[in-house]
């Protein structure tokens, strides 16, 4: 059996409960315009969703089980929901609000494809089977239906997404991942040594963030960090206000460098100009 045919879903999960399981926070379900909703897993302001958002951790999507493609060995698929939008958009098979109805919801997938690309998050995947719309075909349904669904377990990614276009390709179990210095020696053979006097904790969560936004590539050169043995990707993370100085452990002031220009933010004689560009080029992503 190939590594599609595993994914084929059998069973009909709650969508909540496989948004809930993916990692997404399912407790806006509760509520509506209106107050309190009687049953979260039916609210229609989320259950109809494609797509979900966990804001800097992860992103969630529906995918039909037939458009996943599996081809030497690399489970993909490829789509495009600004086109998408555009033939729901010009259907004159649908209703007025069937349109505005899939159209947002394509264009929202669209964003969620993005921001998982701008922000280098993995991609959580429900698989469906069911009954797609086909505006092409007359005696097609006027409503797409997901009757059975499945919780991919192994991460998947963007590997490409065109902004202008919107053609995406979603690979599965292709997603990356970076280490910096402190990863390389926690993963070394420990050497037994005292240490004395005050030392300085930093945040994983904060260097793992700042690895992600980096996405491989240092952040004062451009230049794609090296692979390790593991196939990982280092680069150094570097507070640019430094914590000595009274720098705060927040992904804002943390950047990802590589160890030529790590070296060169202590000690070269243009420090205090790497600086400033390291502070502008944070505060400037941060402000969109």
């Not at 719309?133 to 990614?157: F, G, I, T, Y």
């Not at 997404?161 to 280490?179: E, M």
Request: neutral net charge; charged residues 30%.
């Amino acid at each position: 059996m190939n590594i599609k045919d595993g994914l084929k879903p059998t069973t009909s999960p709650r969508v909540i409960d496989l948004v809930a399981a993916a990692g997404v926070d399912v407790s806006p379900w509760a509520v509506s315009k209106k107050g309190p909703v009687k049953v979260p897993a039916s609210n229609p302001a989320y259950c109809y969703e494609w797509a979900y958002i966990e804001p800097d951790k992860l992103v969630l999507l529906n995918l039909w089980w037939h458009e996943i493609q599996e081809a030497n060995g690399q489970v993909f698929t490829e789509t495009n929901l600004k086109d998408w939008a555009a033939q729901l958009r010009d259907s004159s098979r649908l209703t007025p609000e069937k349109r505005r109805a899939g159209v947002r919801r394509a264009l929202r997938m669209d964003q969620a494809i993005a921001y998982a690309q701008e922000h280098n998050l993995p991609v959580r995947v429900i698989v469906g089977e069911g009954k797609p719309r086909d505006l092409a075909d007359p005696n097609s349904p006027l409503s797409s239906r997901m009757d059975l669904r499945l919780l991919d377990p192994e991460p998947w990614s963007v590997a490409r997404y065109d902004p202008v276009s919107g053609a995406a390709r979603i690979a599965r179990g292709s997603f990356p991942k970076y280490v910096d210095q402190f990863d390389a020696e926690s993963a070394a053979e420990p050497l037994r040594r005292t240490v004395t006097g005050d030392v300085l904790i930093r945040d994983p969560k904060v260097r793992a963030d700042a690895l992600r936004r980096a996405g491989g590539c240092c952040e004062f050169c451009g230049k794609r960090g090296f692979q390790t043995i593991n196939g990982e990707t280092y680069l150094e993370t570097h507070h640019v206000l430094p914590l000595c100085e009274g720098g705060p452990d927040m992904v804002r002031n943390v950047a990802a460098l590589c160890p030529d220009d790590h070296r060169k933010a202590h000690y070269g004689e243009d420090r205090d100009t790497m600086r400033a560009r390291l502070q502008v080029f944070l505060d400037e992503h941060y402000r969109r």
